[in-house]
Every structure is written in C-alpha cells, then in structure tokens.
C-alpha cells in the first residue's frame, strides 16, 4: 500500500535586542527544518526531506513567523522530485511578516515527474513596512522526461491589501508544450520581490518579463530550456529591479 503523509512544519523567528533569534522550529514527518545561521544579519534554515516525494497524497504544510524587524531566510539542501502516488501532493508555505520584517524563501527547483499530480500554494501576509523574496523554479520532467502536472500560486498582501494573485497552472501534460502555454521550455520560474523601496521598469527579454506591480511589489518571470537558463534568466530579472538592503538576498 502506498503511505501518504499529513505533515505540518513551523518556523518562528523573533528581533530580540537587534538580533535574530529562532524561537520555534518544529519538523514533522518528511518536512524536517534545521537551522543553518543566526545573528544582526538574521537567521537562515534549510528544509531537509526525511523521505522520498512528495507522493500523490501527500499533504505537506509549512508555516513561517517573521516578527517585527527579523529577517529569515529559507533554503532547501537539494531539488524536491514530486512523484506519482495517490491522488495530488500538495505543499503549502504560509507565512506573516511583521513591520520592518523581511522573508527570503529561496529553495532549490521542484522536479515534476511524468505522472505526478503536485500543487504548490503560498501565502504571505506582510505587515506595513515588511518585505519579501520569494524565489520558485519548476522543471518539468526528469531527463529525457515528461514532466507531470503541476500547479503553482502565490497570493501576496501588504498591509492588508491584496499586492499579487499568481498562479500558473500546467494541468495536462499533453498541453504544456503548446505556443498558448510553454513552447519549447521546459522550465518556468518567478521571483517576487515586495516592499516600501522596490521599484523597477517593466521590461522584457528572451524568456523574461519585469512586471511592477500595483503596490510595492514587483513581479519576475522567466521560461527556458532547462533549469541552468531558467536561473540565469530569474537572476538577470532581478538585477533589473532596484531594491532597498532590506530586500536583498539572505
């Protein structure tokens, strides 16, 4: 019989005289946290996977707390492969940052592996004054591969207010390749950077679009061959938006 998992992870850093500090970390299941750094520059944890997958079933939930004046950054030590099984896996990353606050949630590609039905939702709360990075790359399929169905969405508000409602949805392997969805790529990403001193031009290049944002917010996204020019391309969006310390990279 194959196992699915239910699984809720947590993470909650605090500013405590001008340092921050890791006041919770939880692991459950095959979503493990471990703490990589800490300090005035702020904390950095890596998710580690403590099994294969996610499987078809799996339901696999992280939630961040980033108080006032904290910043965390969220790595992952390797590509996470969502797998066939029983029925849609599905990830969801829900966080709060307060004011002054900064979230960097940066983890490594997700692989989509012919047959397997995955989904992917974050939602992030950002208080008056907090910012954000939020970094996803998807490759369909693993080499000589094709990929399965996958679906992603982002919802981003500031200060109460809706900032972005993203999703991109690649439901039928049969489609993905079609000119109206991906053409030839075979690898899509975005960043999304938002708060009080991001700003930049839209623009447009090979497989990459700069959308500002009707906020304080702006939106990256890049398709590709393969994932090496998806990261070169999300790498190359990013330069082009002007950002204040607080936004840049953990």
Do not use: N
Request: aromatic share 2%.
């Amino acid at each position: 019989m194959t196992r699915s998992y239910r699984a809720r992870a947590a993470v909650v850093a605090e500013c405590v005289a001008g340092r921050t500090r890791l006041v919770r970390m939880r692991s459950d299941g095959p979503l493990a946290v471990r703490e990589a750094a800490s300090g005035p520059k702020g904390a950095t944890v890596y998710l580690v996977g403590a099994a294969a997958g996610p499987l078809g079933g799996d339901e696999l939930c992280l939630d961040l707390e980033v108080g006032s004046g904290a910043r965390l950054a969220v790595r992952s030590v390797a590509t996470t492969l969502a797998l066939p099984g029983t029925g849609e896996s599905r990830f969801t990353v829900r966080a709060r940052v307060g004011a002054g606050g900064h979230l960097d949630f940066a983890p490594e590609p997700t692989v989509a592996a012919d047959g397997c039905h995955h989904r992917a939702l974050g939602q992030v709360e950002l208080a008056d004054g907090a910012s954000l990075r939020w970094w996803e790359e998807l490759v369909l399929g693993r080499h000589r591969e094709r990929g399965g169905r996958h679906s992603s969405r982002i919802d981003v508000t500031c200060d109460g207010r809706p900032l972005l409602r993203h999703e991109l949805r690649l439901d039928d392997p049969a489609r993905h390749g079609s000119r109206a969805v991906l053409g030839s790529a075979t690898a899509a990403g975005s960043v999304v950077l938002a708060g009080p001193d991001v700003r930049a031009e839209a623009a447009t290049d090979e497989g990459l679009a700069v959308l500002p944002l009707a906020g304080p917010g702006v939106l990256v996204s890049a398709l590709a061959r393969d994932a090496v020019r998806l990261r070169e391309r999300l790498i190359r969006g990013e330069s082009l938006v002007a950002v204040g310390a607080a936004v840049r990279s953990s």
